[in-house]
T-cell receptor, first 109, second 114 residues
Framework: GQNIDQPTEMTATEGAIVQINCTYQTSGFNGLFWYQQHAGEAPTFLSYNVLDGLEEKGRFSSFLSRSKGYSYLLLKELQMKDSASYLCAFQDSNYQLIWGAGTKLIIKP | GAVVSQHPSRVICKSGTSVKIECRSLDFQATTMFWYRQFPKQSLMLMATSNEGSKATYEQGVEKDKFLINHASLTLSTLTVTSAHPEDSSFYIC??????????FGSGTRLTVV
């Protein structure tokens, strides 16, 4: 079967670093996405990993280990505007997205 | 770029009426578009996949006669919620795929049925 799991909620302090983990199980895999979604808005693309390793993009980085079925999103120098839900999703063998339930990130001053 | 325009952004309708939501890919041709529904504090739930020129593929539990999807051109897909009821109130989002892995989302439609 297929499943994907991420923590429901995390809290971090402004200026700090936070890592949001995502684990998945699937027989067919064609990459993993991270999206940011502010309340009441549509998701916006953050990253896409299809090969193992770390992809860095400014304050955000995403890591993938296909053998472990594991990914994380790393947010550095946290800002209050980073308070949002972070959704991970993998693409299965049919290129259909399987979504996690999202991690609500709360940033405190 | 890959821009998807969705409208209306908000709509309030009376119970029993129908509402049409449009999703357009502005700068690329979208052979496949996805329609999602999202209830408060929940993740995206895929409703259906629409392919240009063919019938949409609905996910289990989604009534195809209630949620009519039309993908008549490579740049336009529409979702019509027929005979809407208060339980249909939700956030509806379309997404289009550019190439094998590029997904772009519309801005979403907040539907409230009163």
């Amino acid at each position: 079967g297929q499943n994907i799991d991420q923590p429901t909620e995390m809290t971090a302090t402004e200026g700090a670093i936070v890592q949001i983990n995502c684990t998945y199980q699937t027989s067919g895999f064609n990459g993993l996405f991270w999206y940011q979604q502010h309340a009441g808005e549509a998701p916006t693309f953050l990253s896409y990993n299809v090969l193992d390793g770390l992809e860095e993009k400014g304050r955000f980085s995403s890591f993938l280990s296909r053998s472990k079925g594991y990914s994380y999103l790393l947010l550095k120098e946290l800002q209050m505007k980073d308070s949002a839900s972070y959704l991970c999703a993998f693409q299965d063998s049919n290129y259909q997205l399987i979504w996690g339930a999202g991690t609500k990130l709360i940033i405190k001053p | 770029g890959a821009v998807v325009s969705q409208h209306p952004s908000r709509v309030i309708c009376k119970s029993g009426t129908s509402v049409k939501i449009e999703c357009r890919s502005l700068d690329f041709q979208a052979t496949t578009m996805f329609w999602y529904r999202q209830f408060p504090k929940q993740s995206l739930m895929l409703m259906a996949t629409s392919n240009e020129g063919s019938k949409a593929t609905y996910e289990q539990g989604v009534e195809k006669d209630k949620f009519l999807i039309n993908h008549a051109s490579l740049t336009l897909s529409t979702l019509t919620v027929t005979s809407a009821h208060p339980e249909d109130s939700s956030f509806y989002i379309c997404s289009a795929r550019k190439g094998d892995y590029g997904y772009t989302f519309g801005s979403g439609t907040r539907l409230t049925v009163v």
